[in-house]
């Protein structure tokens, strides 16, 4: 079972940048679209953005486009989301999971965009 893990949230100011991060286990990996959701408490979970195999494409929902960007190393089984210009409405927990997800969500990464 694919087991998910991520990193690197916190809190910030709006404005600032912040860079997620995101250790998948699995040797599918490669082979896989991979993506970042988000969630605020008592709201459902958000897609934000995706990105293809092999790096070459990538997707963002309208609300984050042009200030995220989603990257992939698989060489490590990485995904990351480099966050810049970030809002208060910014703030949830972060999630990566495959596209389309598994069941086994990882715990997830807390951002606070907040002065």
């Known amino acids: 079972q694919a087991q998910l893990v991520e990193s690197g949230g916190g809190t910030v100011q709006p404005g600032g940048p912040l860079r997620l991060s995101c250790a998948a286990s699995g040797s599918l990996f490669r082979f896989s679209v991979m993506a970042w959701h988000r969630q605020v408490p008592g709201k459902q979970r958000e897609l934000i953005a995706g990105?293809?195999?092999?790096?070459?494409?990538?997707d963002y929902a309208p609300s984050v486009k042009g200030r995220f960007t989603i990257s992939r190393d698989d060489a490590k089984n990485m995904v990351y989301l480099q966050m810049n210009s970030l809002k208060p409405e910014d703030t949830a927990v972060y999630y990566c999971?495959?596209?389309?997800?598994?069941?086994?969500w990882g715990q997830g990464t807390q951002v606070t965009v907040s002065s």
């Open positions: 990105i293809g195999i092999g790096g070459r494409t990538s």
């Open positions: 999971n495959y596209s389309p997800p598994t069941p086994s």
